[in-house]
């Protein structure tokens, strides 16, 4: 029976045993995965791994007004529209919320540093992006360590109750409509009392 690409994914990024898993015979991203539509679970995988991206924007008190988070229709994979601009531990964070809540949602704490290596060969994808961002914050080395205590600050901010309830609203919300603004985005967070950086917002 052909592997499911979530088991394929959550295999390649934690390292889990066969016993777990299905073990990754093959890459990640099959060569068709840019070019279909996606599965019901594919679907749910990618709508959490956006709303994580973007529950990590809201906590560092960045507005998401005028921006939008869409699954896409016509091929696979989604887009937060927030682009990240700064070398900073900060928009560390924004990069590894993407993933780190794609693997909550399936009760899966990952107990290594989230890497999908067949993604290297995209310039623009997370894991790239979270592999170059590193190793320009530690002087060049790809240090791992230093990503997992980066990444299990993440999960904590991700698994608080009341952050955790506004991602899972906006996942729903784009599995259902394929898409959300960063206004609704922002006023569900608001509405759960998602925690913030630096607290409540001056209004």
Known sequence: MEKSWVARRVNAAVGAT???YPSLLKNTWGSDMRIRQMTGDERRT???????????VYWRCESLHARKVVLHTDRYGGSTLIPIYEQTELALMILLGGPMAELLAMDIVPKLPIR??????????DSTRIRNLVRTLRGGKDDRRYQFEVQERCREII?????????TMIAERLIADGEISGEDSEEIFEQCKAPRLYGERSR
């Open 116 to 125: 999908f290596p067949n993604e290297y060969q995209d310039a623009n994808s």
């Open 159 to 167: 698994q608080e109750t009341r952050m955790w309830q506004a991602v």
């Open 46 to 56: 990618v709508a959490f791994h956006e709303a994580g991206h973007v529950a990590m």
């Open 18 to 20: 066969r016993s777990t």
